[in-house]
């Protein structure tokens, strides 16, 4: 098993940025793709960002892609999200995930999840 904490989450104005992380215990990190979840008031929760075990690729949802890079820090255990240019659409709670089946991608089966955090945009 794997344990996950989100944090980096807050409220920023609309074009600025926030670094969001991921801290993982438990079983080692490298072995579960990655990724990162949100869920807007009243909407459905929708994957944003995947990445591979060794981090070489990622996959991004249309709607963040040229604003968002999804990293990883094997070494550190830890999962980031970098979000530049944020919009107010950009607000909900962001959740990582982890995956311990082969291969990676958006809509990958994830196993393990974190508690979340909240991101506020405002216009």
């Known amino acids: 098993q794997v344990q996950l904490v989100e944090s980096g989450g807050g409220l920023v104005q609309a074009g600025g940025s926030l670094r969001l992380s991921c801290a993982a215990s438990?079983?080692?990190?490298?072995?579960?793709?990655m990724g990162w979840f949100r869920q807007a008031p009243g909407k459905e929760r929708e994957p944003v960002a995947a990445i591979s075990r060794g981090g070489v690729t990622t996959a991004y949802a249309d709607s963040v892609a040229g604003r968002l890079t999804i990293t990883r820090d094997n070494a550190k255990n830890t999962l980031y999200l970098q979000m530049n240019s944020l919009k107010p659409e950009d607000t909900a709670v962001y959740y990582c995930?982890?995956?311990?089946?082969?291969?990676?991608?958006?809509?990958?089966?994830?196993?393990?999840w974190g508690q979340g955090t909240q991101v506020t945009v405002s216009s």
């Open positions: 995930a982890a995956s311990s089946v082969a291969g990676y991608g958006l809509g990958h089966k994830y196993d393990y």
């Open positions: 438990g079983r080692t990190f490298s072995s579960y793709a």
